[in-house]
């Protein structure tokens, strides 16, 4: 039986549900199962639920049967469904972080007192994290009363429930056996946890930022956004009327606290009626307030005036005597932090990626996205453009307006082992990870390495294995990783700082502050002369799964400063040895390696693209070497070869 259900009502959302579902796959906690009930999609919603279903028992689909419609019936079905002790509503747009499930199983097994807990919501557009605000903020408020103004306090995929609390949750009037009111076209989740309240359940917020919510943007149906259109602003008096009913019997004694929310909140329905449907609508929604006796005969008749006369409404006639006669707001009164609530800046992110990035232009927007993307969240991706003179910088100003997880600074060149000490300054993250430009950051690689870590608190190095790219993206070979810290610390003595790829690693911030983090005068080997350094204090290792893909191209540094380089790894070894107390062997010498000419290198590259039937590529491969060797025969049959496949139907 697992422990926590997760819930997921969907319809037609399923260019939307990835992170939701990455999310739940990324989680550290395991035990745990997810319902995706499907509310009758019409798009592939179904196919991709069952995708996942697939490839994880876990994942459990279920289509909700007809006539029953709207998220509260699916949700309905969900909890009849699921075992769990704890139940947990995500909706299929949102996400969860990946130690979500852990911090609050953790949170109510330690606390069997509560009913149920509170998480924060962070904001989101595209990717997560990159909106720099909360779903709103703890004012220390009544929260029911919160609620009840608009100011709604928390998401729906912030609670965390105990099983046992959802039987003591007071059922919706008229609807005694539903948990969630089937009737509610929008506002279900309001109805609902005012209901929740209004059940004296004990509740605490737990101060961690561990749920995901996607804001409206325009075009985008979201009950949100419906919830203004006429079928919906019908339902809305409806809905209000079963929570006055509701308020009155259970908290008849407070009915001076809650109905002056509640008479803005009718206003409010009438208004979209009046201007959807009709001004009778409008007034035949506004005689609650005269049916409940929320306020004076004198404020239920002049609002009855102002409804029935459009002309003086939209004039703004009778608005002014009903609101000098009525002390109270007439539209909801939603807090300032409502939706846009600051994330405290003593918030420091697990891990920190640091990027230094220099005329890459062609790449490092795939580059960054990349890492964006990452399922994997807590981190500050921190970038230096360091001196571009193409339109690197440029592409970064729009990327980081775009995701708030992005510091860029921009400034002249000073070098790559400059900029990274620069950007490790910048932030305290315990951890620091590593990204170049060009490169291509593959699904799942942060949350990996994050979760190594975790469980191996003497690895001080972490690395992961590479597929080669050439400059256009094509496979060129999948690298081959020693794994073990021995293995690894003898071919960096032997001079090979591939033996862990710059850019995969991520590194504990307080090992690099023993080591004295990068050196200045070893540019161009500076990770050859750390990642030894970082041998010394504790253990590296390579993860066996290819995690990011590397790109080759004629401009790296490992081509064009080969001869630099080697009296610069010389140096390196020999301080290593004698660091450790070792004489260095009197036949030593460097891992015997040469880079190939550019000419032979692009000709490589052309056969690479032939062999996976990419003509067009081989074609600009074959075409680059024969401007450098104009003279070479192979070059010449290169690109026949290529303008053949071309012909035959390639790529």
């Not at 720099?132 to 220390?140: E, K, M, V, Y």
């Not at 301080?575 to 004489?583: C, E, H, I, N, S």
Request: proline residues 6%.
């Amino acid at each position: 039986m697992p422990l926590v259900s997760v819930i997921i009502p969907v319809h037609n959302r399923a260019h939307e549900m990835s992170p939701a579902l990455d999310g739940l796959l990324a989680q550290t906690f395991t035990d745990f199962e997810v319902l995706i009930v499907d509310d009758h999609s019409t798009d592939h919603a179904r196919d991709l639920a069952r995708e996942y279903a697939s490839r994880d028992e876990r994942f459990i689909p279920a289509d909700l049967p007809d006539p029953s419609r709207g998220a509260p019936a699916a949700r309905n079905l969900g909890v009849a469904r699921s075992r769990g002790d704890f139940i947990i509503f995500l909706d299929s747009d949102d996400a969860l972080s990946p130690h979500a499930l852990d911090a609050r199983v953790r949170f109510l097994q330690s606390r069997p007192d509560l009913d149920f807990c509170v998480s924060r919501t962070q904001l989101f557009r595209e990717h997560v994290g990159d909106v720099p605000q909360l779903w709103n903020a703890d004012t220390g408020d009544d929260d029911l009363i919160r609620l009840l103004r608009g100011d709604v306090p928390w998401q729906t995929t912030g609670p965390t429930w105990r099983r046992s609390t959802l039987d003591r949750i007071i059922r919706p009037v008229d609807s005694h056996d539903q948990l969630w009111d089937e009737s509610a076209h929008s506002g279900q989740d309001w109805e609902f946890h005012i209901r929740a309240l209004l059940s004296r359940l004990k509740y605490e917020r737990l101060d961690i930022i561990d749920s995901h919510w996607r804001t409206h943007s325009k075009g985008r149906s979201a009950i949100g956004i419906s919830s203004h259109q006429v079928e919906h602003a019908r339902a809305r008096p409806q809905l209000l009327e079963k929570i006055i009913r509701t308020l009155s019997a259970q908290a008849p004694e407070r009915k001076s606290d809650w109905a002056p929310p509640l008479v803005a909140c009718i206003w409010e329905a009438a208004e979209h009626l009046a201007r959807q449907a009709s001004s009778r609508e409008a007034q035949d929604a506004w005689k609650l307030v005269s049916t409940f006796s929320l306020a004076s005969s004198l404020i239920h008749h002049a609002g009855l005036v102002y409804w029935s006369n459009p002309k003086s409404r939209r004039a703004g006639r009778n608005l002014k005597l009903i609101e000098s006669t009525w002390p109270h707001p007439l539209m909801p009164q939603r807090g300032r932090f409502y939706n846009r609530a600051p994330i405290s800046p003593d918030h420091v992110p697990e891990l920190a990626i640091v990027m230094s990035a220099y005329n890459v232009a062609p790449y490092v927007e795939q580059a960054v996205r990349s890492i964006l993307q990452q399922g994997f969240r807590d981190f500050k991706f921190i970038i230096i453009d360091d001196g571009s003179t193409d339109d690197t910088g440029t592409i970064l100003e729009r990327l980081a307006a775009s995701d708030c997880r992005i510091q860029l600074v921009r400034r002249g060149n000073k070098g790559l082992t400059v900029s990274l000490n620069e950007a490790i300054a910048l932030t305290q993250s315990p951890f620091i990870g590593r990204m170049d430009g060009d490169d291509i950051a593959r699904p799942g690689r942060l949350m990996q390495q994050m979760k190594y870590l975790r469980e191996h608190p003497d690895c001080v190095l972490l690395g992961t294995r590479v597929m080669n790219i050439d400059p256009y993206g094509v496979p060129l070979y999948e690298s081959k990783m020693l794994e073990s810290h021995d293995a690894i610390d003898r071919e960096l003595l032997m001079g090979r700082g591939g033996s862990v790829v710059h850019p995969t690693v991520i590194m504990r911030r307080d090992a690099l502050e023993r080591v004295g983090f990068y050196r200045e005068e070893f540019n161009n080997s500076e990770d050859l002369d750390l990642f030894l350094r970082l041998a010394e204090v504790g253990r590296v290792h390579n993860l066996p799964d290819i995690l990011l893909d590397y790109r080759r191209h004629l401009s790296s540094v490992n081509y064009t400063r080969f001869e630099n380089q080697k009296k610069i790894k010389h140096d390196i070894i020999a301080q290593a040895f004698a660091r450790r107390g070792v004489a260095m062997p009197a036949d030593w010498k460097m891992s015997e390696w040469k880079p190939t000419t550019g000419a032979e290198q692009l000709r490589e590259w052309a056969w690479n693209a032939l062999k996976q039937h990419r003509p067009r590529i081989a074609r600009e491969h074959a075409l680059a070497a024969l401007r450098l060797q104009p003279l070479r025969r192979s070059s010449y049959t290169l690109l026949l070869r290529a303008i053949r496949m071309s012909r035959r139907g390639g790529t």
